[in-house]
């Protein structure tokens, strides 16, 4: 009897130092900054809100909002869970109104660390603007220099109004989702966290038609040099496509899914059937977007004769730690398709030889096959851009529901 109320009243001395520890957080405007090793900080915005008595928080980029609802509290410290990514915040309160910590998220080699501060948005003084040079608004051709001095192609498609900036940069294999930032002067600076991403942009704007100077900052150490020239005709080219190889016009596989069971493609649930396979990952944003389009395409759809499957590529080979990691792209996106683990590793140099042997290699993720109804592939589409890339992202849904309705029409000879 001693034992059980001295257990009742250590639960209720947690519940109250928890009650206390969410009393005393400070909802509204936040500053997050993410500390590299070269000194630099990737800023992003985020908001903590009270939802249904508990403390939940919103990343925000520009349109674009993340809820965040696994947040744990001690007497000083605050753990926050990222929902989609292997990825969490681990911090202390040094005041209602700061924290500091550190960011984790997963890598192909090893987790990545990150020193963290958050400080409420009515603490920190506001960068002193002064009116931008032009208004860099339209397409930008984008030259970036990788540490081997090789350079690759990209296209910036940004809207400002004012000080404000926004709008991404799109490379062959999708976009960079969704960048905010502003103009001053002549400096522009545009950054994005989505809890895989961690990007800044920074540039020097000669003139109304060119930037120069850029750094392209991407999580604790990555660092590209960047140019641009505007170009309202910029493309990008195909570097990302995948093909079938000489004599093939199927795929053959059968993976696991998340309830353990085995799925081919050869299952009569997929014969006759116009066939999506996304090739994808839980570590991936633009396969989160894609995961998001087309889990809603295929609720609306699927009685048209449409399925879909995933096959996720993973930073381990670990069945149970994949698993749990695309358990959180199921629930987020309400997945109701198959979302089949290879159990290659996306860094396996031979990981479409091994999963995909039909296919010459993957280059991009999200890689999107369609299959038609006589079970032949018709059409292979490397990358994925997600919303944040407006107008091209209207396109690739157009394109996407003109390929569906056109196998959809094509009899089985």
């Known amino acids: 009897m001693i034992v059980r109320k001295i257990?009742?009243?250590?639960?209720?001395?947690?519940?109250?130092q928890t009650a206390n520890a969410q009393k005393n957080l400070v909802t509204g405007a936040w500053f997050g900054n993410l500390l590299r090793e070269d000194g630099k900080q990737i800023r992003f915005h985020f908001d903590l809100k009270t939802e249904n008595q508990k403390t939940v928080m919103y990343?925000?980029?520009?349109?674009?909002?993340?809820?965040?609802?696994?947040?744990?509290?001690?007497?000083?410290?605050?753990?926050?869970?990222?929902?989609?990514f292997e990825s969490y915040f681990r911090a202390k309160r040094i005041s209602d109104q700061r924290w500091e910590g550190s960011w984790t998220s997963a890598g192909t080699a090893q987790w990545s660390v990150m020193p963290f501060v958050a400080e409420t948005q009515a603490t920190v003084s506001a960068p002193a603007l002064v009116p931008a040079v032009t208004d860099l608004t339209g397409k930008w051709a984008v030259t970036l220099t990788r540490l081997n001095g090789t350079t690759r192609p990209a296209i910036g498609d940004w809207q400002q109004k004012g000080n404000v900036l926004r709008g991404t940069v799109?490379?062959?294999?999708?976009?960079?989702?969704?960048?905010?930032?502003y103009v001053s002067g002549d400096e522009l600076q545009l950054s994005t966290f989505d809890g895989s991403h961690a990007f800044l942009f920074t540039a020097k704007i000669n003139s109304a038609n060119q930037i120069s100077d850029g750094m392209f900052y991407s999580g604790a150490t990555g660092k590209e040099p960047w140019v641009a020239e505007r170009n309202e005709n910029a493309s990008l080219p195909d570097a990302a496509a995948v093909f079938m190889k000489e004599g093939e016009d199927r795929l053959r596989f059968r993976f696991r899914g998340l309830d353990k069971k085995w799925v081919s493609i050869s299952d009569a649930r997929f014969k006759n059937k116009v066939v999506i396979i996304q090739i994808m990952g839980s570590w991936c944003p633009n396969c989160m977007d894609e995961t998001a389009f087309l889990s809603e395409y295929y609720r609306k759809n699927k009685?048209?004769?449409?399925?879909?499957?995933?096959?996720?590529?993973?930073?381990?080979?670990d069945f149970e730690r994949s698993r749990s990691s695309l358990r959180k792209f199921k629930d987020r996106f309400q997945v109701q398709y198959p979302l089949l683990i290879t159990g290659v590793t996306v860094s396996d140099t031979l990981r479409t030889e091994?999963?995909?042997?039909?296919?010459?290699?993957i280059k991009a993720f999200p890689?999107?096959?369609?299959?038609?109804?006589?079970?032949?592939?018709?059409?292979?589409?490397?990358?994925?851009?997600?919303?944040?890339?407006?107008?091209?992202?209207?396109?690739?849904?157009?394109?996407f529901a003109a390929t569906i309705d056109q196998l959809l029409k094509t009899p089985v000879k």
């Open 367 to 399: 890689t999107t096959i369609f299959i038609g109804k006589d079970g032949k592939v018709a059409k292979i589409k490397a990358g994925f851009k997600g919303p944040g890339a407006g107008a091209y992202h209207a396109e690739l849904k157009k394109e």
């Open 303 to 317: 009685q048209r004769g449409v399925e879909v499957i995933g096959l996720a590529y993973e930073y381990s080979t």
């Open 7 to 16: 257990s009742w009243v250590v639960m209720g001395l947690l519940l109250l």
């Open 170 to 181: 799109l490379a062959p294999s999708g976009d960079y989702r969704y960048l905010t930032g």
């Open 354 to 361: 091994k999963t995909l042997p039909q296919l010459t290699p």
């Open 59 to 84: 990343i925000i980029n520009a349109a674009e909002k993340i809820r965040v609802d696994k947040i744990r509290y001690s007497a000083d410290s605050v753990w926050i869970d990222m929902p989609v």
